[in-house]
T-cell receptor, first 112, second 118 residues
């Protein structure tokens, strides 16, 4: 059974810093890896999707990488802003319509 | 349009009530999902519908009854719930292309229904 772990559980940094969120998964037979953002009491907003054949994806200040062989993904946030404060979740999919397995998330606070 | 719409946004129900949660998407996705999320926990998969057929039930109690009337709609019928069932219920959808060597892709989530059982 797939297990997803995220480190750190919480992170607080001053505005403007670049930062890295880590995600690891136990079963390398994933089909894709997806990063989400969740604001308190809200739903999930998809940030980036990396297919298993890809190494990285970029969207604006966000860059996500995937290393299937080591079972790791990272989300890089450049020039952080207070509006980036949220919980960031990574989730692995095994393919088919089998749903996502989520990590517990990283709670990120960007200090103004 | 990458929107998944859930109604209602908030629901308070008694333990003897019957209520339904609704989810709608118009992206042509043929896979739809229900997740349950407790406070400060990640979402947990409850049900998966693939081409309007229930394909996964993650051992969810029978007081939760899913229904997929058509490819755009997903319901979750609730009956005789317990206070511990209080949570954020999230609906999601994704493409599923059979026979093309390509399976489900990006998942899109709704804003959730905040359910409180009293």
């Amino acid at each position: 059974k797939q297990e997803v772990t995220q480190i750190p559980a919480a992170l607080s940094v001053p505005e403007g810093e670049n930062l890295v969120l880590n995600c690891s998964f136990t079963d390398s037979a994933i089909y894709n890896l997806q990063w989400f953002r969740q604001d308190p009491g809200k739903g999930l907003t998809s940030l980036l999707l990396i297919q298993s054949s890809q190494r990285e994806q970029t969207s604006g200040r966000l860059n996500a990488s995937l290393d299937k062989s080591s079972g790791r993904s990272t989300l890089y946030i450049a020039a952080s802003q207070p509006g980036d404060s949220a919980t960031y979740l990574c989730a692995a999919s095994g393919g088919g319509a089998d749903g996502l397995t989520f990590g517990k998330g990283t709670h990120l606070i960007i200090q103004p | 349009d990458t929107e998944v719409t859930q109604t209602p946004k908030h629901l308070v129900m008694g333990m003897t009530n019957k209520k339904s949660l609704k989810c709608e998407q118009h992206m042509g996705h043929r896979a739809m999902y229900w997740y349950k999320q407790k406070a400060k926990k990640p979402p947990e998969l409850m049900f998966v519908y693939s081409y309007e057929k229930l394909s996964i039930n993650e051992s969810v109690p029978s007081r939760f009854s899913p229904e997929c009337p058509n490819s755009s709609l997903l319901n979750l019928h609730l009956h005789a719930l317990q206070p511990e069932d209080s949570a954020l219920y999230l609906c999601a959808s994704s493409q599923e292309r059979r026979g093309q060597g390509r399976r489900n892709t990006e998942a899109f989530f709704g804003q959730g229904t905040r359910l409180t059982v009293v």
